[in-house]
């Protein structure tokens, strides 16, 4: 019988649960035949939505979960009373190894909670970041951390570093990945009690290619493969590259609707834009790994649509192809009590 | 005699200097006759520029300064040593009474420096924070603080509102304007402990129109008038803005330049791209005020233009007219004192 790569999907959670999560997941299956995906929902909505597609049956498995967590819900009380929701459920298949990786695009209070509580830090790792890919002029870069934990110190601001420079190394085929913090001036001296803290101790590591600091306005233009920063700038930045180039687009369409000469250039450009658009836009890629936790969670946009899911799945069965969680705890772990 | 308002102007600083510099003064006496400009630099080199324009002689005066201070320069060091630089002669104007403000599109860090050590604060007033107008959907707002105090307290962040508040009303005419805090969530309880702690207090405030959290994703689309954040956050939304910005408008011209369709339609879309582009511009509104000064004091981006440089004029006109400083001292200083 043949080895599966298992990954657990949230039925339920986001926008567009659960017609589709369920297409995404099957689409999945249909692209790799040594995957299983173990759908956790409510049994009759999945299998609803499962009876209209074609495929594999031994490849999709329902994993009954009766409760749907919120978004609205504050995280730690939902994860601890509603035992048996979709995302409780879910992790709780990574925890006993009856599944590899966990995908949701359900509450992201639950999601980073649950992982912390359910699934479980690698031991060493002491905080685990959420690590999305960010669009940039030629390419996506890891912005880690983006909002897991707020107030972090600089040891979990150089975990970030080490363990976001193994992902885009193994996941993202990105040769000897450039790793910069976040600053407000490319000046060592420059910064926030924070960053001046974290600086020395990014430049002593010398299994990371460290290239100093990296102010915002070089990140679009991909000055840096992995952008480390604490969770509070992350996540600005994160939710400010979707503010400004929503708003911009939005901005360029009135304008060139609001005379014929514009709108007949529209129809020109139209395929031009959405090419930029397609290319600006990071769920293509996948959704955002936590990382440093016993086995993986991914956390995809609450307006997944089933192509972000399929994508999130493809990449933790590239996570556990290339055995990141080895390969973090030999970089931090192993590599940390060898110093002390 | 007539009773001018006096901006001293830095003639050497930026990108530009001196000759835009010089015809932004031109323009700024030219469009108004009841100002007076400064300008502060090299005499020969700035009278070899004025000699090109036509203007009303008693309202353009050059104040003799040797030195010029280098961006690249450590600001400490360079506002202490270089006593006949632009910087320090134009702001020691200010200090002495003999110019109402200075405006300067030189070194960053010799400007915020300068204006703390040689303007000096209004008392009572903390720290004073860099606020630059950003652009947004339907027009601008006021981000305070980008970049003057890193590691700044709750306390401080309170003051930033309340003199953002005033800035907005009396200088921008929005009535009331709308004062919100960047947090990584809309909720009351996130953030990070600087939020956390500053939410109650601005809460407290009924001189302000405080409307709650504002997520980055919000900024662009005018969520709110007075943006307050701390230094290091609101540094990363201004350079955020222009590299997200200038990112996509790159990759767009691009795209449609690569096919013929794509360029016949750019040739039609290009007005209404430019006009987006302008409207997307804080420029156009002047530079960045540092806000609780005993005097005023405009920093414009390093690359400006005579536009800038004249309409930052005109902003340090209708700061004086509009009497600013002693607004701020109403809100801040007699208010706290009040409370005591």
């Known amino acids: 019988m043949q080895e ?3 990954v657990a999907v949230d039925a339920m959670g986001g926008d567009n649960a659960p017609d589709e999560i369920v297409k995404g997941a099957v689409d999945a299956v249909n692209t790799r035949k040594d995957i299983q995906v173990l759908l956790v929902g409510q ?3 999945v299998n609803g939505q499962l009876a ?3 495929y594999e049956k031994e490849q999709v498995v329902v994993v009954p979960a009766s409760e749907v967590i919120d978004t609205a819900e504050p995280p730690v009380m939902a994860i601890r009373k509603k035992k048996d929701s979709s995302i409780v459920v879910g992790m709780n298949l990574v ?3 009856e599944a590899d990786a966990f995908v949701s695009a359900g509450s992201s209070g639950a999601v980073l909670v649950g992982g912390q509580l359910l699934v479980g830090r690698i031991k060493g790792v ?3 970041p959420l690590a999305p890919l960010i669009p940039t002029e030629n390419g996506v870069s890891l912005l880690v951390d983006c909002g897991a934990n707020v107030d972090a110190r600089a040891s979990h601001l150089v975990q970030f570093a080490k363990m976001g420079s193994v992902y885009m190394e193994h996941v993202m085929g990105i040769q000897n990945p450039r790793v910069a913090i976040v600053n407000i001036g490319a000046e060592e001296e420059k910064g926030n009690a924070l960053v001046k803290e974290t600086f020395p101790l990014l430049k002593e590591c010398d299994d990371i290619n460290f290239i100093g600091s990296i102010e915002a306005r070089e990140i679009p233009h991909g000055g840096a493969d992995v952008i480390v920063c604490e969770a509070f700038v992350g996540n600005v930045i994160l939710k400010l590259y979707e503010g400004v180039g929503a708003t911009l687009i939005s901005k360029i369409k009135g304008a060139m609707l609001s005379s014929l000469r514009g709108k007949i250039g529209a129809l020109l450009v139209k395929p031009s ?3 930029v658009l397609k290319s ?4 293509e890629y996948g959704g955002a790994p936590l990382l440093g936790l016993n086995g993986l969670v991914v956390k995809t946009h609450g307006s997944s649509k089933a192509k972000e899911v399929t994508n999130s799945i493809i990449q933790c069965v590239v996570f556990k192809e290339q055995k990141i969680n080895e390969k973090i705890k030999e970089k931090i772990v192993l590599r940390e009590n060898k110093e002390e």
């Open 4 to 6: 599966f790569i298992k």
């Open 43 to 45: 049994e009759e909505v």
């Open 52 to 54: 209209q597609y074609t």
């Open 95 to 97: 925890k006993k190894g």
């Open 126 to 128: 002491e905080r685990p």
């Open 273 to 275: 834009l959405k090419k």
């Open 280 to 283: 600006f836009d990071a769920s």
